[in-house]
């Protein structure tokens, strides 16, 4: 199976993560991933023995991204006594069918990230197509927000951003963003340069 480590040689990693996990003296959650069905190997019965091991190689919480159904959710829950994570990206399943099923946690991956993107990458072909600006909005999507909502900072500093401090999803959003919106007006072509005013 392309990208994905042997079952040894995965339980070694995790176990070396578990063990510098219990080292570090404060609260410390560690996932274990089994990327079976998002790696061409949707095989339930190997997911829940790789997620099996690595529960007794010390993870705390076990993660199987491209978990589909119902009961693929609680195949593979009810073979472990640790909470399962689950991505919702590419499901149709709702957060109530797949609780019940015996997530315990959701994880969106990048699923934010790319519909921020389409809907740029939607507003760069209108742009480019149509010399339609109306799709951009006047107002930031990331206001500054005081300073209680925040992580302690150093005297003087009074606010800072909702989403984080170096970019973060807003950064990657941004980044993804621009690179698509550069690679579609790399066609548009203006008639005249632009005067001086």
Request: aromatic share 4%.
């Amino acid at each position: 199976m392309a990208g994905i480590y042997g079952l040894g040689h995965a339980c070694e990693r995790v176990a070396a993560a578990a063990t510098a996990a219990a080292s570090l003296g404060v609260p410390f959650t560690l996932t274990a991933r089994a990327e079976n069905h998002i790696r061409g190997n949707p095989d339930i019965d190997d997911t829940v023995a790789r997620l099996r091991a690595f529960e007794a190689a010390g993870a705390d919480v076990a993660y199987a991204p491209g978990l589909r159904t119902v009961d693929e959710i609680r195949a593979v829950w009810s073979a472990l006594t640790i909470p399962l994570n689950v991505l919702a990206t590419g499901t149709t399943l709702t957060l109530a069918e797949m609780t019940a099923a015996g997530t315990q946690r959701v994880s969106l991956g990048g699923g934010l990230t790319w519909v921020a993107v389409e809907a740029a990458a939607s507003v760069a072909v209108t742009i480019r197509d149509r010399g339609d600006f109306s799709g951009l909005r006047p107002t930031p999507l990331f206001r500054h927000r005081p300073h209680s909502r925040c992580r302690p900072r150093p005297p003087g500093i009074a606010r800072c951003w909702v989403l984080g401090e170096s970019g973060g999803v807003a950064g990657r959003v941004q980044a993804l963003a621009l690179a698509a919106i550069k690679k579609l007006m790399s066609a548009v072509t203006c008639n005249s340069p632009p005067t001086a005013s």
